[in-house]
């Protein structure tokens, strides 16, 4: 039987807490029936696209999909392309794959695991075509900003893993993480800000609008989106 709990091989510090919550009967479910089909572990090694989606087609992935609404529409609207989500939420891997799999999409593959794993034993140099992080955890205590996902040494690790050409796509809804952000790739090496040096890029037709993004606009809180290219 699989075992919810994400799997970790190395103490570092983590941009995360593992809320795991209660899941429903329906994405308990989901596991039994669908994880063979959409799951992946560290221990299978470099991921092989042809093995696991029968196909080379360009590849996309998401750090931190939450339960995963927007990431299966995604999913849907590009069936050209192949999807890769990393998330420790359990509820949330169960609500996705249930989902794709009640869609029988074939385009989706699920890391349960921390992402800086998963890039360095999984992700090959230069195969993905875009990497999204959506709404990561702001950490808005300053003595907790050293938690943050969205760090110089992140950054310089996952640019090998673009194609040259490539795109990283960053959104946040915390105002003082988007400066961060936009302060941090702004002098990152390899890289090209979309919308021109210093500026913010507006949200690309291929983000869907969640329903937390449209509650809080609604409210008059703002999101923030960086689209950066990989140039070397």
Known sequence: MYNFRPEHKKKSIRSYVVRCGRMTNRQKFAFQQYWERYGLSLHDGLLDPKLQFGRNAPQV????FGMGGSLLEM???EPDKDFIGIE???PGVGR???????????NL??????AVDVFEDCIADASLHRLQIYFPDPWHKKKHNKRRLIQPNFIEMIRYKLEIGGMLHLATDWEPYAEQMLEIMEIADGYKNIADHGKYSLRPNFRPVTKFESR?????????????????
Do not use: F, P
Request: glycine residues 12%.
């Open 88 to 90: 420790v939420h359990s």
């Open 216 to 232: 809080g606009m609604r409210l008059g809180h703002g999101v923030w989106d960086l689209l950066y290219t990989r140039i070397s």
């Open 75 to 77: 999913i849907k609207l």
């Open 61 to 64: 992935l998401e750090i931190g």
């Open 96 to 106: 996705l794959i249930n989902n794709a799999g009640e869609d029988a999409l074939r």
């Open 109 to 114: 593959k699920v890391y349960m695991a921390d």
